[in-house]
């Protein structure tokens, strides 16, 4: 996500925010790929431009526009603005339902005005607070066919993930977290403390019943994946103050996470409160492999957790005391922005840490959680090759992902493959905002994607021949 000065005070409450990835791809792109100089391959060839200057594409590729800023939705809401994270789900007889977050701001005047607008007839987390999520019915030809309200009263909801083992829905759930820790003030009209995970069903006729996982935690959510095998959920923490940390949840019972459970961060045997950024001296090599263990916050729902009250960081769970005495972030590593997390289909995660690295291009990290091991994987020393990895998904090869910019300048949708090599697949033609979202159909033919993601925002159905990239 890139932040405007306004909207970076207010993620933090301050006064004055597809994808499945084969693990052996990944396994593959460490040293001698991104940080080498691995040219560009020709991927499905250079891109024409678009003729209607939203999305640039390679010849032979086109996109079906649809729920743009400003539209009516089916249930008499008004489409916003702030297009973000979003996951496909199988809609049966060739249909795909999308789930989409929309980070929407209270104290943003701007926002708040190209916001959902009317009152849902949903349940609402915060009446205050314009944020949730959007669930749209796409026929077997990608046109729109419904796009509902189904997540109501949340802020600034950036990322999350799809889950399936603990849903309590047949077709699976998108969670929906809040990049934010704001609490209720004098200087803005929310009720409720905020910072939380949401579930929304994966289903056109179903929303949210607004009732936050607090257990969880409450912290600048960003991304979650489910591993399917255990149960557990991973967490990124978005925080642009100071390092953040990286989370899993272990729920008391699979399958209801309103049941509660255990958070935990992730701790580097034999490096405790390491910095893994990268960013001041090569403290973490690619391609190492390091052994991890968790810890555990001891209260993962403080009702104090805001940074415009007192010593700003020391209300975050990371700065929670131990039982030892020692502050959480004195035991477990610490990273630099993680955003994109994605359980990889093989017993793996991989998370994106956005500003890490020398030159603040970004790292790509993979935890086997198997085996219980954490290895740097990708760290992107040419902007031209990659920048700012934010959003990641697999193409229908499963052997090459595609990465959503979030960086200076235009962004774009780059791939690379297992071997490192990079190719330009999509450019965001409109405006400078992010591309966000990707996540391909459940039969690999069409990539739905957020972009751009505002200005206004606008989701697009991708086809071509994803079976003929070229090496």
Same mark, same amino acid.
């Given at each position: 996500m890139t932040v405007s000065r306004r909207k970076f005070f207010f993620l933090t409450g301050a006064t004055a925010v597809g994808t499945v990835i084969g693990s052996s791809a990944f396994k593959k792109l460490h040293a001698k790929t991104l940080?080498?100089?691995?040219?560009?391959?020709?991927?499905?060839?250079?891109?024409?431009p678009d003729p209607?200057?939203?999305?640039? &594409?390679?010849?032979?590729?086109?996109?079906r526009a649809f729920s743009r800023t400003g539209e009516t939705m089916t249930d008499g809401s008004v489409v916003p603005t702030a297009h973000d994270g979003m996951a496909a789900f199988d809609g049966g007889a060739g249909r795909t339902i999308l789930v989409r977050n929309h980070e929407l701001s209270a104290t943003?005047?701007?926002?708040v005005a190209k916001s959902f607008q009317a009152n849902p007839n949903i349940p609402v987390y915060d009446p205050g607070a314009p944020g949730g999520t959007a669930t749209l019915l796409v026929d077997s030809d990608n046109r729109l066919v419904e796009q509902r309200r189904s997540l109501a009263g949340t802020e600034n909801n950036c990322a999350g993930g799809p889950i399936k083992v603990n849903s309590r829905f047949s077709n699976g759930s998108w969670l929906s977290g809040e990049e934010t820790i704001i609490l209720p003030a004098s200087d803005n009209p929310l009720t409720k403390p905020h910072g939380y995970v949401f579930e929304v069903p994966a289903e056109i006729n179903k929303a949210s019943d607004a009732v936050p996982i607090r257990d969880m935690g409450r912290f600048l959510k960003e991304?979650?994946?489910?591993?399917?095998?255990t149960g557990f959920i991973y967490e990124t923490n978005d925080d642009f103050f100071e390092l953040g940390l990286f989370y899993r949840f272990r729920p008391n019972q699979v399958g209801d996470l309103t049941q509660g459970g255990t958070l935990e961060a992730l701790v580097i045997d034999g490096m405790e409160g390491v910095d893994t950024s990268n960013n001041n001296q090569d403290t973490i090599q690619v391609g190492q492999t390091m052994p991890v263990r968790w810890v555990q916050i001891p209260v993962p729902d403080p009702q104090a957790n805001n940074q415009n009250q007192g010593n700003n960081n020391q209300r975050k769970i990371q700065h929670q005391q131990r039982s030892d005495g020692r502050k959480v972030r004195e035991v477990a590593a610490l990273f630099n922005r993680t955003e994109g997390c994605w359980y990889d289909g093989n017993g793996g995660i991989v998370i994106c840490a956005t500003d890490a690295g020398p030159n603040e291009l970004g790292q790509i990290w993979f935890l086997d959680v198997r085996n219980q091991?954490?290895? &740097?994987?990708?760290? $992107?020393?040419n902007p031209d090759m990659l920048q700012s990895p934010d959003n990641i998904t697999v193409m229908p090869d499963g052997q090459?992902?595609?990465?959503?910019?979030?960086?200076?300048?235009?962004?774009?949708?780059?791939g690379i493959t297992k071997e490192g090599q990079t190719f330009v697949v999509g450019r965001n033609a409109l405006n400078n905002a992010e591309i966000a979202g990707a996540t391909f159909s459940a039969n690999g033919q069409t990539l739905f994607l957020n972009a751009p993601q505002d200005t206004p925002g606008v989701t697009l159905a991708i086809?071509? $021949?994803?079976?003929?990239?070229?090496q």
């Open positions: 940080m080498s100089q691995a040219g560009p391959i020709e991927g499905f060839g250079p891109l024409q209607n200057g939203i999305f640039d &594409l390679p010849r032979g590729f086109q996109y943003d005047e701007e926002e991304a979650v994946a489910e591993d399917p095998e091991t954490l290895e &740097l994987i990708a760290e $992107p020393r090459t992902f595609l990465a959503c910019e979030d960086g200076d300048g235009t962004d774009r949708l780059v086809t071509g $021949p994803w079976d003929q990239m070229q």
